[in-house]
């Protein structure tokens, strides 16, 4: 008399949970692979409908410097890959202030609009994070 | 491996994705198209140079779905969808029409 549910999960929508990822890029562009490898994640990651920002510290600011001439190191240049990100609906991009000060870069040097925030507000923001990758 | 038209040699990879985005040309691209199976309509032209486009702007093959929702924007709502897509490049269009356009398979391609 018993009756099987054929293991028909009611709750199935429930496994599309919505994690905060971080991802962190604190390296220069180019001389290692880190921030383009960074970027490829993260625009995999946007398939996956989750929570992402990114945030730009220490020479990862320079990740987003304009005018980067890149023939002479042979790589390409894919900085106009960060302006793809808003069609990927990753919009929440994160400079600290005193990495891009101490670099001599204002917001108007980035290829992209960002919000700047103090290395305190940064640890908040980390705070708040169900998971941190730091490139 | 490689192909060749009227003389010009076209550099592929093991899947078919020409290795110089900057040897492409009409005729390669129709070469592609026939590998692929696929008859090139004003329709499909439209979506390849529109990913020659985003290409050039972005330096990337964007996901489908980005693709489709950049195209509504672009061309309208009765081609920003994937029905409409598929129906061009039945085989998936970010691949198909990627690799028509001579671009690199996207990244996150599924």
């Known amino acids: 008399m018993t009756e099987s549910t054929g293991g028909i999960d009611m709750d199935e929508e429930s496994s599309g949970t919505i994690k905060k990822f971080a991802f962190v890029n604190r390296k220069a562009p180019y001389g290692t692979i880190y921030a383009l490898e960074s970027l490829e994640v993260v625009l995999i990651s946007a398939a996956f409908d989750q929570d992402v920002s990114l945030v730009f510290m220490d020479d990862g600011v320079y990740e987003l410097k304009k005018g980067q001439g890149t023939k002479a190191v042979g790589m390409k240049n894919f900085s106009p890959t960060y302006r793809a990100l808003e069609g990927y609906d990753i919009e929440k991009l994160y400079v600290e202030k005193e990495s891009m000060e101490a670099r001599g870069l204002t917001e108007d040097d980035l290829v992209v609009p960002v919000e700047v925030l103090t290395s305190e507000e940064m640890a908040t923001l980390m705070d708040e994070q169900d998971v941190v990758l730091s490139f | ?110």
């Open chain 2, 1 to 110: 491996m490689a192909f060749e038209i009227n003389g010009k040699t076209y550099e592929t990879d093991e899947e078919g994705y020409l290795v110089n985005l900057s040897e492409w040309d009409e005729e390669a691209a129709k070469y592609l198209a026939v590998e692929e199976k696929v008859e090139m309509t004003e329709n499909h032209w439209e979506v390849v140079n529109f990913l020659r486009e985003y290409y050039n702007d972005y330096q990337i093959a964007p996901a489908v779905r980005v693709l489709t929702k950049a195209i509504g924007k672009k061309l309208g709502p009765e081609k920003g969808n994937s029905k409409y897509l598929y129906e061009l490049f039945p085989y998936g269009p970010a691949k198909q029409a990627c690799k028509i356009a001579g671009l690199p398979k996207p990244t996150g391609c599924i």
